[in-house]
């Protein structure tokens, strides 16, 4: 299985930008989907996961301004980020598979680079 992240970029506080995650066959329908995220000399953290059946979960830190979705038609997920902050900096990792929503599973794609900057 290989995912490919796309759409990040520089933005200014209070922008936006959504991150696209594609993936090969059936990915986008049969597994647990998720964004991660790591900023320089943090540890990678769960940003947003979507289940199969389309149910949705969200790190505190980016409910009511990050959401998750997905396209079954064109293998894609999505990760819509309002109103960014500094913060949100990071590199952005798209991640499929496993049992559990909140837990990695195996698949990964390449990073893309946030960077929320005045």
């Known amino acids: 299985v290989q995912l490919q992240a796309s759409g990040g970029g520089l933005v200014q506080p209070g922008g936006s930008l959504r991150l696209s995650c594609t993936a090969s066959g059936s990915t986008i329908s049969r597994n647990f989907m998720r964004w991660y995220r790591q900023a320089p000399g943090k540890q990678r953290e769960l940003v947003a996961a979507?289940?199969?059946?389309?149910?949705?979960n969200y790190t505190d830190s980016v409910k009511g301004r990050f959401a998750i979705s997905r396209d079954t038609a064109k293998t894609t997920v999505y990760l819509q980020m309002n109103d960014l902050k500094p913060e949100d900096t990071a590199v952005y990792y798209c991640?499929?598979?496993?049992?559990?929503?909140?837990?990695?599973?195996?698949?990964w794609g390449k990073g893309t680079q946030v960077t929320v900057s005045s």
């Open positions: 991640n499929g598979g496993g049992t559990y929503i909140r837990l990695p599973g195996l698949y």
């Open positions: 979507i289940s199969q059946a389309g149910r949705t």
